[in-house]
């Protein structure tokens, strides 16, 4: 069998692809992987430091709107469906599996064409045009959302990677604090804006910062690479207040395992990925969403707020003075994080990636065993 996946562009699209690629080789090890991108997607790294093939098609933008745009999207796609379709022959492809995106749409043309089954992965509530159009190409549609309406989806949650959809917490949380020179006894607020750090996270986080260590609430902040600050690193991490709780500062969090494990509360941004992420291993957190686009972020978020499991505020409300109004008593509230951390499990789904792979088997006409256990739609993930 040989599987093309289609969702570069960026890592909300790509990380899902490699988490399935990943389950699909669990199962069966000779299964062929392809995955599709273009020259200016992050897909150009990622997936071959996963080892992965990647091959690569035209860029055709999409309007994110029903817009006079949409009207021209046929005639600029057309080179790229048949460059997409050239792909599909080479390596003749028994499935395609479209996360949305500008790679998604011309392999759900170049899928139909050649007549393979399509299997399509919303990951937002609010799904995109590629993915729009492909719901109607096939019945085989999961979702990241149990608030996403695209027609005929199914919830799953997100494919994760491995060492999160695995993760037991407290089990690792010694290992994590050591990593990252916390204390294992002390409650952890977790901040992270994504690869690049957020602005307004990280002044309200600084500036906050003596009044949490003062409460003896440790924090774990990913600033992002340009904002980090050696020097002032390690002046916050001396532990202000007379508490010896720390603020400890790191460019970039590559292993996000460690860093779940090491926290009871998170301080984040509402991606699609990161909602999952954070639902999935029972974590409580305090959304931001970017006021950005169609508040998609707003919306990834309010499935777990609902079930208990966090909270959001905006972002131009999101102060010093907010922070320590409802933060501070939070971190310090064992048997409330407790709660919110199981209503964020109950929620959030470990076995996406198995879940999607029992879909894309189904679409192929087969059914190997389940290498990693046993999995179904839709049943919940396992708290941490």
């Not at 916390?182 to 804006?193: C, S």
């Not at 440790?218 to 980090?228: D, E, F, K, P, W």
């Amino acid at each position: 069998m040989h599987v093309v996946l289609a969702g570069g562009g960026t890592a909300g699209h790509i990380e899902p692809a490699l988490s399935l690629a990943d389950a699909l080789r669990r199962r069966d090890p000779r299964i062929g992987i392809t995955a599709l991108g273009t020259t200016k997607g992050l897909e150009t790294r990622l997936v071959p430091e996963r080892g992965y093939d990647l091959e690569l098609i035209p860029a055709v933008p999409l309007p994110r709107k029903p817009t006079s745009e949409l009207f021209t999207v046929p005639s600029r796609l057309a080179g790229t469906v048949r460059r997409a379709a050239e792909v599909l022959d080479k390596v003749g492809a028994d499935v395609v599996v479209g996360f949305g995106g500008y790679v998604a749409l011309p392999a759900y043309f170049a899928a139909r064409r050649r007549a393979v089954p399509i299997v399509l992965h919303e990951a937002n509530v609010r799904p995109g045009l590629a993915n729009r159009v492909g719901a109607r190409m096939t019945d085989r549609i999961a979702t990241g959302s149990p608030d996403c309406r695209i027609g005929g989806g199914r919830y799953i949650g997100m494919p994760l990677r491995r060492a999160l959809a695995t993760l037991d917490r407290a089990a690792l949380r010694a290992e994590a604090c050591d990593a990252f020179g916390l204390e294992k006894d002390r409650p952890t607020l977790l901040v992270y804006g994504g690869s690049q750090g957020a602005r307004r996270l990280n002044e309200a986080v600084a500036a906050a910062a003596p009044t949490f260590t003062a409460g003896g609430i440790q924090i774990l902040h990913a600033v992002g690479r340009a904002n980090y600050d050696e020097s002032a690193q390690h002046a916050a991490a001396a532990g202000e207040g007379g508490t010896g709780a720390r603020y400890v500062t790191v460019p970039y969090l590559d292993r996000m395992d460690l860093a779940y494990a090491a926290a009871d509360l998170v301080l984040c941004r509402g991606g699609a990925m990161t909602c999952a992420e954070v639902a999935a291993v029972g974590l409580p957190a305090a959304y931001v969403p970017l006021p950005i686009g169609n508040g998609e972020q707003r919306l990834n978020a309010q499935p777990v707020v609902r079930a208990g499991g966090g909270l959001i505020v905006d972002d131009a409300d999101l102060t010093a003075d907010w922070l320590t109004r409802e933060l501070v008593p939070l971190a310090q509230d064992h048997e409330k994080l407790e709660r919110m951390g199981r209503a964020a499990a109950e929620l959030g789904r470990r076995d996406a990636d198995e879940a999607l792979a029992d879909l894309v088997f189904e679409a192929a006409g087969s059914n190997p065993a389940v290498a990693a256990g046993p999995t179904g739609l839709g049943s919940p993930g396992a708290g941490a």
